[in-house]
C-alpha cells in the first residue's frame, strides 16, 4: 500500500508552486504550493476539515455531487469573505478492495495491471484535490489537501484524532432508512464517532441522480 | 396550550427595548428589542438556527451543558469577529406532559396550580433565551428567540420548514448507544429529518457530569 496521505499538501493563496518528492513516498506526484509569510497571522485560523470523494457515477471522474455540495456551502454560507479566519483541509479517502483491485478482474490481473492502476488511482485522487483547491485559490482561503487509503468512516475519525480540526463537513445523499442499508452511512458514523463537531450537509433536492443512491 | 412560539421576538445589537403585548398570545411576557436601521445590509447574512433547552440536573435553572458547549462553539469558531455575516435564531422547545403536568401531581392540582405552572414555565423558557441572547448582544451579533411546545425533535424539524435557517446548530450529550434508549436521539432524528445542514456539537469531555444522561 502506497502511504501518499502521510503527505500533507500545503496550499495558500500567495505561493510558489514547486513539485517534488515526498519524502515518505518517494513519488514526484505530490505537488506543494508552499506559503510566504502568512504563517503566523493565521495560527488561530478555524480549521475546517472537508472529505471529498469521487461520484460514483460511471465515466464522471468528478468530486461527488454531495461533497461538491458540502464544500460549496462552507464557502458561501461560512468563510463567506472572512478568508483570513479560516483554512479548509481537504481530505480524500480512497477505497480499494482488500486484494488491491478496483474494476480489474483478479484472474488475468498483471502485475503491470496493478501498477498502472495503482497510478490511475493516485492520479485521480490528486485531480479530485486539485478542483477543490484551485476553488479554495479563486476565493482566496487557505487550504491543506491530502490522500488516505481505507474505509472511509474509519479513516476519517482517524484522521480527526490525527489532525485535530474545529470542524469536520461531510456530504451526505441523504438516503431513506432502507436504501442506507446498502449503500452505507458514512456521515452517521461519523455524527457518532469524530471527536470534533460534525456538520452534514444534504444534496440539494434538484441535484439527485435518477437513482438517488448514484452521487 | 399557549402559542407564545408564535410570537418571534427580534433582538439585535442597536435597539430600543419595549415591553409589548404579543398579537397572537395577548400575553405580555414578551419583549421586543426592535432594530434601529441596520435591516437591509443584513439580509445576506448566514442565518444559524441554535436549538436551547434547560439543564436536566434538578434546581439547576439554566442553560443545558450541551447546548451551551454548541452556541459558544458557534460563535468562537463560525461567527468569530465577523458578527454583520452572521444571524443566530435561538429556538427552545419546552416539553410538557400530554395533560399539561411538569412536577405537579394532576389529582390534587387546582386551576391556580395549572396557571402557575404554566407562568414558571413561560418565565423559565424566557430567562433561558435572555441568558443567549444577552451573549448575542455582548458580542455584537444579531438574533431572534422564540418558544415552541412539543417534541423537541419534531418542533425543531418544523421550525426548520417554518424558518428555512441555513444552519441548525444542535448539542448533544454524546452518549452511547445504550444510554440513548432511554434518553432520546434529538439530534440524531434532525441530521436525519431536518431540511437544512446540520451541526452537531459534543460536550467537552471535561464538562461531563457524574451521570452522562444528565446535561
Known amino acids: 500500500m502506497f502511504s501518499l496521505g502521510d503527505c500533507?499538501?500545503?496550499y495558500a493563496h500567495e505561493h510558489v508552486v514547486r513539485a517534488h518528492t515526498c519524502p515518505k513516498t518517494k513519488?514526484?506526484?505530490?505537488?506543494?504550493?508552499?506559503?510566504?509569510?502568512?504563517g503566523d497571522e493565521r495560527s488561530e485560523a478555524t480549521r475546517v476539515m472537508v472529505a471529498?470523494?469521487?461520484?460514483?457515477?460511471?465515466?464522471?471522474?468528478?468530486?461527488?455531487?454531495?461533497?461538491?455540495?458540502a464544500f460549496e456551502w462552507t464557502l458561501e454560507k461560512m468563510v463567506r469573505s472572512n478568508t483570513?479566519?479560516?483554512?479548509?483541509?481537504?481530505?480524500?479517502?480512497?477505497?480499494?478492495?482488500?486484494?488491491?483491485?478496483?474494476?480489474?478482474?483478479?484472474?488475468?490481473?498483471?502485475?503491470?495491471?496493478?501498477?498502472?492502476?495503482?497510478?490511475?488511482?493516485?492520479?485521480?485522487?490528486?485531480?479530485?484535490?486539485?478542483?477543490?483547491?484551485?476553488?479554495?485559490?479563486?476565493?482566496?482561503?487557505?487550504?491543506?489537501?491530502?490522500i488516505k487509503k481505507g474505509d472511509p468512516k474509519d479513516v476519517i475519525c482517524q484522521e480527526v484524532r490525527r489532525v485535530r480540526p474545529d470542524l469536520l463537513v461531510l456530504g451526505s445523499r441523504?438516503?431513506?432508512?432502507?436504501?442506507?442499508?446498502?449503500?452505507?452511512?458514512?456521515?452517521?458514523?461519523?455524527?457518532?464517532?469524530?471527536?470534533?463537531?460534525?456538520?452534514?450537509?444534504?444534496r440539494n433536492a434538484d441535484e439527485i441522480p435518477s437513482d438517488p443512491a448514484d452521487d
Open 8 to 10: 500533507l499538501v500545503n
Open 27 to 38: 513519488t514526484g506526484l505530490v505537488h506543494s504550493y508552499l506559503r510566504i509569510g502568512e
Open 52 to 69: 471529498v470523494n469521487d461520484s460514483t457515477i460511471k465515466g464522471h471522474p468528478h468530486p461527488s455531487i454531495s461533497c461538491k455540495r
Open 84 to 146: 483570513g479566519d479560516f483554512k479548509i483541509l481537504l481530505l480524500h479517502v480512497q477505497v480499494l478492495d482488500e486484494d488491491g483491485f478496483d474494476e480489474v478482474d483478479s484472474v488475468y490481473a498483471s502485475p503491470e495491471d496493478f501498477r498502472d492502476m495503482r497510478e490511475s488511482n493516485k492520479v485521480k485522487g490528486l485531480h479530485l484535490l486539485e478542483f477543490f483547491v484551485k476553488k479554495c485559490h479563486e476565493i482566496g482561503v487557505g487550504c491543506e489537501a491530502w
Open 174 to 202: 441523504g438516503l431513506g432508512r432502507f436504501q442506507k442499508v446498502f449503500v452505507g452511512t458514512v456521515s452517521a458514523f461519523c455524527v457518532k464517532h469524530a471527536e470534533c463537531p460534525v456538520l452534514t450537509i444534504k
